[in-house]
């Protein structure tokens, strides 16, 4: 008989207190998981509520800098010289198009677009943000607008924006002073956000890249403003929720005369030089013209490589500012401030006479210094040494003086060192000294290299700018101002005068010697090309070898390359009793400076002392 099936009991005490401990545990990490919830809810929905909202607007609204109009650039009678125009930009959207070369293809066949353009755009892409619009043409003309806007559904991502674009009304005529904007390339970025500045340029395509355009960008530039849009899932702008205006850029007024700078680029004629004008009662520069010029208006937008390659190879070199930065031999225009010297220092007296006989030699040595007149001019002294621009008289002077006596005297009068114009294309020129030699070459100076600097040759050299602002100093008999050419700022209120920058005074043993000196140059001028004017007038003219010539050999100015021929100078100022304008003229391989930089300085300052007062002053 098989055995009997043994029955379980069942503890219901114990099975009941394992249900309720489960239980327990179950309802403890239920209001565990519902506590972590609520916190993670009061979290989201309360205390970052703010962050949450930011971000989810960041994909509904969005910000579209606004750039701010650049100022106006105005002459000192307030005639405008760089302007704001109205122009047109075909821009492209990379993410929205879905085959580029096809799209540029197609595109070409209805509005022209270079292979330059084709390739500035390829280059661009490849740094570009697909997200963001590329500017593939510029400027677009109203008969290219109209005909994209016809056939604008055929290239989606592609569209016309307008703008206002720098423009310069006189092309080249003022292109050295007033300079230029272009596009803000990456060396432009880079500067900008190292001194914290990108911000201002959201939306902003142009800086100032020379001249007044770039030494004032702070004041022209202006503040971006901007506009929030509200969009749609596809980017597309459903209403304007917020406006911001931008803040214009300043105008400016500037110390150039329009008037004069038309007559100076017209005396030059298209030959290689410069000239520089200077108010000498306040340093204000009345004319900076520089020749060949270019114009300024084809660098706004881009200038093709072409066209650029033409003017950076040009044997005349147009894009050099030749006032502030072609350096040259000053010549004769530096005897007065010699014989300042030599008076100063008493190393001669006003009747101090030197025996001429067209030539001068070095005591002891048989090597003869050759006068420019070869039969000499007998007895000069100071004053006569002056009008007759005798070379043997100065080569005397400076073999007496010294170079570093020279150097010293000449550098309160600008020379060697950068004037300081609100420009930043200057060179500081040279002023020689023996430790300048021994650094700058690793030779001793030689009596004979003084000799040359005596009448501003040798290793001399000189800006335009600087000589007009050495003349203005010996015409204000030693009162020295910095050169410029801002003299007012305007905003939406106001007009502030720009503060004349002045250094101090240079102060001679003898102050009279000033008087003798600037005599001396009234007498030089009225003898010869200021006899008849209806003004008084103060020169002094000079004629700088481009090259050496050999002792026994002559001069020959119809056998000789163009470019090896003489430089013609002058510095010229009136009136004498109370100067009002001074001025340099330089004329690269033009010949003597009396016949060839005269006519100009005589044609300019009578525009000047001669014109309507009623109409320009």
């Known amino acids: 008989m098989a055995p009997r099936k043994r029955i379980t009991m069942h503890d219901h005490a114990a099975e009941a207190s394992l ?21 993670n809810l009061y979290h989201l929905q309360i205390r970052s509520y703010t962050d ?13 800098p606004v750039a701010p109009s650049r100022g106006l650039i105005f002459d000192r009678h307030g005639k405008i010289l760089a302007e704001n ?45 697909r997200f963001k619009p590329l500017t593939l043409k510029t400027p677009l003309t109203e008969e290219q607008v109209a005909i994209f ?8 991502g592609i569209s016309v924006v307008a703008g206002l674009k720098r423009h310069y009304p006189y092309n080249g005529l003022m292109t050295h002073a007033l300079g230029y904007v272009g596009r803000i390339n990456d060396k432009d970025k880079l500067r900008l ?3 914290d500045k990108w911000k201002d340029y959201a939306g902003t395509k142009y800086i100032g890249k020379q001249g007044i355009e770039k030494f004032y960008e702070n004041l022209l530039h202006g503040k971006p403003g901007h506009l929030e849009e509200e969009v749609n899932n596809r980017g597309r702008t459903i209403r304007t929720l917020k406006s911001v205006a931008p803040e214009p850029g300043q105008d400016i007024y500037l110390t150039l005369d329009l008037e004069l700078q038309k007559k100076a680029l017209e005396l030059l004629d298209g030959r290689r030089g410069s000239v520089v004008a200077i108010d000498p009662r306040d340093g204000g520069i009345l004319a900076m013209v520089s020749s060949p010029t270019y114009d300024p208006n084809q660098f706004v937008h881009g200038i093709s490589s072409k066209a650029y390659g033409g003017l950076l190879n040009s044997r005349a070199r147009p894009l050099i500012n030749r006032a502030t930065q072609g350096q040259y031999a000053p010549a004769s225009t530096i005897k007065p401030h010699l014989a300042l010297l030599g008076l100063d220092e008493k190393i001669v007296t006003p009747k101090t006479r030197v025996w001429d006989p067209g030539y001068w030699q070095i005591p002891g040595v048989e090597r003869k210094y050759r006068d420019w007149k070869r039969w000499g001019h007998g007895w000069v002294d100071v004053n006569t040494a002056l009008m007759g621009s005798c070379d043997t008289y100065f080569y005397d002077l400076a073999y007496k003086t010294g170079v570093d006596k020279i150097a010293s005297f000449m550098r309160p009068f600008g020379f060697g060192e950068r004037t300081g114009v609100d420009i930043f294309e200057e060179s500081a020129g040279n002023m020689p000294s023996k430790d300048w030699k021994r650094m700058r070459y690793n030779q001793p100076w030689y009596i004979g290299d003084t000799i040359s600097v005596g009448i501003g040759q040798g290793y001399w050299t000189t800006t335009p700018l600087q000589l007009a602002n050495a003349a203005a100093i010996m015409a204000n008999k030693g009162r020295r101002l910095v050169p410029h050419m801002l003299s007012s700022i305007k905003d939406n209120t106001s007009k502030i005068d720009s503060p004349v920058d002045e250094m101090a005074p240079i102060i001679l043993n003898d102050q009279n010697n000033w008087d003798i000196i600037n005599e001396s140059m009234m007498n030089t001028a009225h003898k010869s090309r200021f006899k008849d004017a209806g003004y008084t007038a103060a020169m002094k003219t000079g004629t700088a070898q481009v090259f050496s010539v050999a002792e026994d050999e002559k001069y020959d100015a119809e056998t000789i390359d163009e470019y090896l ?15 009002e304008i001074v001025l340099a003229v330089v004329l690269e391989n033009a010949g003597w400076g009396g016949v060839n930089a005269g006519p100009v300085a005589r044609a300019l300052l009578d525009e000047y002392m001669l014109r309507d007062n009623l109409e320009f002053n």
């Open 19 to 39: 249900f309720k401990r489960r239980a327990l545990f179950t309802f403890v990490c239920v209001i565990l998981l519902l506590g972590i919830l609520l916190s």
């Open 52 to 64: 949450y909202e930011t971000r989810s607007n960041d994909n509904r609204i969005r910000v579209v």
């Open 85 to 129: 125009q109205p122009f047109f930009t075909l821009e492209l959207t990379p993410e929205k198009v879905k085959n580029i070369p096809e799209t540029l293809a197609r595109l070409s066949k209805i509005i022209p677009i270079s292979a330059d353009e084709q390739e500035d755009f390829t280059k661009s892409l490849k740094y570009h943000r």
């Open 149 to 156: 806007s016809v056939n604008q559904h055929d290239f989606p």
């Open 193 to 195: 956000q190292k001194e």
């Open 565 to 579: 021929k003489d430089n013609a100078l002058i510095i010229a100022y009136a009136p004498y009793e109370n100067p």
